[in-house]
Every structure is written in structure tokens, then in C-alpha cells.
């Protein structure tokens, strides 16, 4: 009661609040940082069973496309040094698709085997330029199969509730719609462990 | 009458023209307070670019791995560590750190956990294939190459 008797405006001075606002606008707005949870998924081999040896590799040659890394970032793919890695993905979609046509190259996309091998040595950059590269080949080659561009078809893998259509079409590229449940067209990317040995 | 009248006289409504204002500052500071990083992370952390990235449907089963060198070198050395929620571990204590974040998860989301790497771009691969085999190990096999997309020049 003894408030109200008072003389003069109540209000408080509110010129300055939207400066106050901003400021704390532009506070946050540069501290936020937006967690990124974006990358390359992989699935890695089940652990080794000690008792029993690996299975002895009873692929032919040609089906197996190497690329060897040393521990100074240079490659070594199907035998031969390669300054660029960027054509790694041309060579990977020459390679699965070949359907055996070049004898030097795979017989079908059923057999082929990108093989991966780092040393301890390499840089973490360079496998992750590689993977990426091997990604995207097949990315492109799933892609074309259901008749989309490699970035549609990793949009349309990345879709988390698909509908049937969409389920089909993406069973489709990854050729999992054989009559006996058979992946047709698998992504076969095996990464070996690194080798210890220098140079 | 006349003496109720005079009570009335300074003006009791409330300036409402800074109200949007205020909202709005609120607004921010819940928006940024439900964002914040739980873990300080005491490894550098430069992250190679890649293209084919995919996005993590379910956060809640993500944990993450940082591979890097240590900020502080005079503490910690200069060779890449792991580090795992704030402790920089070894690569064999993997095992039992996975086993702790599955106990955590939902018994039905368990083989689902997602393993997050987030390696600095200059770590060798040494460290990664042993932090790999650890996983293996552990059967914690789906795993992510954390990389911010690549922009084209």
C-alpha cells in the first residue's frame, strides 16, 4: 500500500533490453558448436576365433583388387605405384564391373574383393581418402543400378524410416532382391591389419 | 469517492514492450543449455574431410572415441592418445570401457551400441588398428569414421 503512493513513472527504462538480447544472441551464437554426428559407417570382422586358423583364401587373383599403403602414404594398387588417389574410384568401379571381360580384372560383382591393406606407419589422412574413395565407387555403382546418382542413392541409404517403395528400390541397387535371399552385388571391402614392419 | 480516486493515480500497468525480449532470451538459453558438451576434450582433434558420409539415426548409441595428441605435451608426451569420456586410456582398457557403455544401454539395444572415432587427421594407423582390434574384441563392430564433409574447391 505504501508503494502505491508513489510519485513519478513505474516503468523500468526497457530501451536497452533488445541490445541486452542481442548480445546474448551473438554470446551463444558464437560459442554453440553443433555436434556433427556425421561420418563413414563401417561394420567391422567378428573377432578371430584363436582355435581355428584364418580359411585359407581360395579367391582367384583376378577377383582381388590390392591397394597397399607404406608408412610414407605412398600407394602401391594392383601392383603398380599411384600418385592420385582420387582415381581410385574409377578404377574400383572398372574393376567390379567388369563381368569378366578383361581377364586381368573380376569375373562378376559377386566375386570381386576390394582388398585394403595400411602399415602402422600411414597416416590416418590417407585412410580415410581412400575409404572414402572406395565408398563412393560402390555408392556410384548402387546408384546406377536403380538408375540415381551416387548422392541419391547415399540419401536414399541414409533415409531412416523408409517407405516400401524406397525399401525396394534400395534392395534393389544392393542387389539383395535374389529369389534365394543371395546378395547379388555386395559391397566386399575387407581392411587387413596394418603390417608392423617398417619402411 | 473522490479520495478512492487518488489512490488509483500512478499508472499500474506493466510495460509489456520489453516482454518478446525476454521470451526470447529465455528461448536462447534453454536452446544452448541442452547442447552442452559433457566431456572437455584434451586431445587435438582436426578431423579429415571425406564425402560418403552417412548420419547416426540414434544418438543415444553413439559413444565416442577421440584419437589425437595431447593438448597439454609437457603432461602427457607428444604420440596420439585415446581418450575415452574425460580419461586418456590404453588401448587394452577398450575392452571393459565398451562393456561399461553397453551396461548402460537398454539389454535389447546392446549389440546395437555404435562406436564414433573421432581421429585427428595426423594419428598413424597404428594406434587406430590397435584401438580396432580392441573393438573386435569387445564386439562393438559397428563403428563410425567421424569426418566433416568435404567441400568442393
Known amino acids: ?199 | 469517492m473522490s479520495k478512492f480516486r487518488k489512490k488509483a493515480k500512478p499508472s499500474a500497468d506493466i510495460p509489456t514492450a520489453s516482454l518478446p525480449d525476454i521470451i526470447f532470451m529465455l528461448l536462447f538459453f534453454f536452446m544452448v543449455t541442452t547442447v552442452l558438451r559433457e566431456t572437455e576434450i584434451m586431445v587435438n582433434q582436426v578431423l579429415p574431410r571425406a564425402t560418403q558420409l552417412s548420419k547416426l539415426q540414434k544418438k543415444s548409441l553413439v559413444s565416442h572415441i577421440y584419437i589425437g595428441k595431447p593438448k597439454v605435451t609437457s603432461k602427457y608426451g607428444s604420440e596420439p592418445k585415446i581418450q575415452v569420456d574425460d580419461v586418456l586410456i590404453e588401448p587394452k582398457d577398450i575392452v571393459l570401457w565398451v562393456q561399461r557403455k553397453k551396461d548402460e544401454l537398454d539389454e535389447v539395444e546392446r549389440d546395437q551400441i555404435t562406436i564414433s572415432l573421432k581421429i585427428d587427421h595426423q594419428a598413424k594407423m597404428g594406434i587406430v588398428s590397435d584401438v580396432q582390434q580392441q573393438l573386435r574384441e569387445a564386439n562393438a563392430r559397428k563403428i563410425m569414421y567421424a569426418t566433416p564433409e568435404l567441400v568442393d574447391e
Do not use: H
Not at chain 1, 24 to 30: A, C, D, N, P, R
Not at chain 1, 125 to 153: C, H, P, S, W
Open chain 1, 1 to 199: 500500500m505504501a508503494r502505491s503512493t508513489l510519485r513519478g513513472k513505474n516503468e523500468i527504462n526497457a530501451g536497452s533490453m533488445a541490445d541486452i538480447a542481442f548480445l546474448l544472441l551473438i554470446f551463444f551464437l558464437v560459442t554453440t558448436t553443433f555436434p556433427n554426428d556425421r561420418g563413414i559407417l563401417f561394420t567391422l570382422p567378428p573377432k578371430a576365433d584363436p582355435n581355428r586358423p584364418p580359411p585359407d583364401v581360395t579367391k582367384n587373383e583376378r577377383n582381388i583388387f590390392k591397394i597397399l599403403v607404406n608408412s610414407a602414404d605412398l600407394l602401391l594398387v594392383e601392383n603398380e605405384p599411384l600418385a592420385d588417389v582420387s582415381l581410385i574410384k574409377d578404377m574400383v568401379k572398372e574393376f567390379v564391373l567388369n563381368n569378366g571381360r578383361n581377364p586381368t580384372l573380376s569375373d562378376s560383382p559377386e566375386e570381386a574383393v576390394v582388398s585394403f591393406k595400411t602399415n602402422r606407419g600411414s597416416s590416418y589422412k590417407i585412410f580415410i581418402d581412400i575409404l572414402d574413395q572406395l565408398d563412393g565407387a560402390y555408392n556410384e555403382m548402387y546408384g546406377e543400378r536403380v538408375g540415381m546418382t551416387g548422392t541419391e542413392f547415399r540419401a536414399l541409404r541414409n533415409t531412416p524410416n523408409k517407405t516400401p517403395e524406397q525399401r525396394r528400390r534400395y534392395n534393389k541397387a544392393r542387389g539383395k532382391d535374389g529369389p534365394d535371399g543371395k546378395v547379388t552385388f555386395p559391397k566386399n571391402i575387407s581392411i587387413a591389419e596394418p603390417s608392423k614392419v617398417g619402411s
